[in-house]
């Protein structure tokens, strides 16, 4: 697996929206604090684009992450805003001078998608915080320091609270994941995350417990469980309905689904659609150390 190189003072960073609309004034503040970092950041086309719900027509979308991939004079592409739309782009991307040059991607939500364009392309990447978290305050700062720490060439180095479902253990492996709907989604395309071996992370947001039971089990039956080293549970935020309509919580559903397999399992890390929201490096070693006083999630 190909790691980006650090960023140094008076790199480009390109800010996109491969996917959902973002206004332009939001993004402000994160284009003042990467500037006060040191860094020219250079704004695609998208920025402020609105199509309904996306950014921009989908050639529109494709063009302008095509243009900041190809741009060896970019260093970093920071994706500004999730939302939905590049499973309707991806396909038509061209990764090769991204395979030639690579570059820190970052993002979350929807953009689970190009991290794991990006997997298949032997290319780290960066699931973290978006535009949006930089407008959160000193809230924000700890997740938006993280990744200048990951700019800056340090390892990432996490430690959590113990949860009453975690399952003990410790293991040392390459990490995937991201957004759980869009990771079963991706099931029988070519993006489709190769989980054996590998610590899997996921969290979500905004779904209704049975369609949450509904994709685990997608997931289940596809095999993406069953030869994990680990498995990593961040949050399931803003669920649309009462975890009595169906009889348990966003949880408790996914433990009756995992509780048989024999790898370690954390459960409440701080990776979500909210805060907290820790920058994961796609595709790098960990090691994952879950013990009854704690969990540590360490770069190796």
């Not at 494709?62 to 970093?76: E, F, P, S, T």
Request: aromatic share 8%.
């Amino acid at each position: 697996m190909i790691q980006p190189q650090n960023l140094q003072a008076g790199d480009v960073i390109g800010m996109v929206c491969p996917a959902g609309t973002i206004p332009l004034e939001k993004v402000q503040k994160c284009v003042e604090t990467l500037a006060g970092w040191g860094y020219t950041v250079k704004l695609g086309k998208t920025l402020g684009g609105k199509h309904f719900t996306y950014s921009g027509t989908d050639a529109e979308r494709a063009a302008d992450l095509q243009a900041m991939m190809d741009d060896k004079n970019v260093k970093a592409i920071l994706c500004a805003r999730g939302g939905y739309g590049l499973s309707r782009i991806i396909d038509t991307l061209d990764f090769t001078a991204m395979q030639a040059h690579p570059k820190w991607v970052i993002g979350f939500s929807d953009i689970t998608v190009l991290h794991a364009a990006l997997q298949k392309k032997g290319i780290m990447s960066i699931h973290g915080p978006m535009a949006a978290a930089f407008n959160k305050g000193p809230e924000g700062e700890p997740y938006i320091q993280a990744i200048k720490s990951i700019f800056e060439g340090q390892k990432t180095s996490y430690e959590v609270p113990v949860h009453s479902y975690n399952k003990l253990g410790s293991v040392t492996a390459p990490i995937i994941g991201g957004n759980l709907c869009l990771i079963a989604h991706l099931i029988g395309s070519q993006n489709s995350l190769d989980t054996k071996g590998k610590i899997l992370f996921l969290e979500d947001i905004g779904e209704f417990h049975y369609n949450l039971d509904r994709m685990v089990i997608q997931m289940k039956n596809a095999g993406l469980f069953n030869d994990l080293a680990g498995l990593v549970l961040g949050g399931f935020s803003e669920m649309r309905d009462e975890p009595t309509d169906i009889g348990a919580g966003a949880l408790e559903i996914i433990q009756s689904h995992v509780q048989a397999f024999n790898y370690p399992v954390c459960y409440e890390f701080p990776v979500s659609h909210g805060l907290p929201n820790y920058p994961i490096k796609e595709g790098a070693v960990y090691q994952l150390n879950i013990q009854a006083n704690g969990v540590s999630l360490r770069e190796a």
